[in-house]
């Protein structure tokens, strides 16, 4: 596990990083579940990890974004969870601060999703094969940080690639994500 001591007063445990295409994010629920990637690049922490890491909802979750011209952002949530494998990891995520627009708690209480697993409320579409990824989603998104890797921003198709609505759009997928949580 990569630990942050440095951002916000450190303590954080990383569980997902996006920096560049070598990992392939399009992957099924065994993957998603045990965890898969690179802990020095890209990388996957795995759901049951996350749920050992958040059994209550006392953590607090921070995600960190960069596109393509080199801008920066970030999101902190002063609640999050993800439940057990019986609820198919539901996410609990509440309290947004940060610059980068609120676009994960459009996504609260989901049941996360992959290609082969479809938990999302999209009542003729699985979003995770839809959308090229994997995530607590809705019907469809507003988030997906384990979308398609694009390695630019151009010519992205709508509502693909490594997502964040309320700072970018539906149009432009980002160069780098991070996702990291800590205790309260």
């Excluded at 596990?1 to 992957?27: H, N």
Aim: overall charge negative; proline content about 1%; glycine content about 10%.
């Amino acid at each position: 596990v990569y630990c942050d001591m440095e951002t916000d007063g450190g303590g954080w445990t990383v569980f997902q990083r996006r920096v560049d295409d070598s990992v392939d994010f399009y992957r099924n629920w065994a993957d998603y579940e045990e965890g898969f990637g690179d802990l020095k690049g890209n990388y996957w922490l795995g759901l049951a990890n996350i749920h050992r890491l958040t059994p209550t909802d006392d953590s607090s979750l921070r995600i960190e974004l960069g596109d393509f011209e080199g801008n920066k952002r970030f999101a902190k949530y002063s609640q999050f969870q993800v439940l057990d494998a019986d609820s198919k990891y539901a996410l609990i995520v509440q309290g947004y601060g940060g610059n980068a627009g609120d676009s994960l708690t459009y996504h609260n209480t989901m049941k996360f999703s992959t290609k082969d697993s479809d938990s999302d409320l999209h009542s003729t579409s699985n979003c995770a094969s839809e959308f090229k990824g994997a995530w607590w989603f809705n019907r469809c998104l507003y988030s997906d940080l384990n979308g398609q890797y694009y390695t630019d921003s151009a010519n992205v198709p709508i509502w693909h690639g490594v997502h964040w609505y309320h700072w970018k759009g539906n149009k432009h997928s980002l160069k780098l994500s991070e996702m990291k949580l800590r205790h309260n």
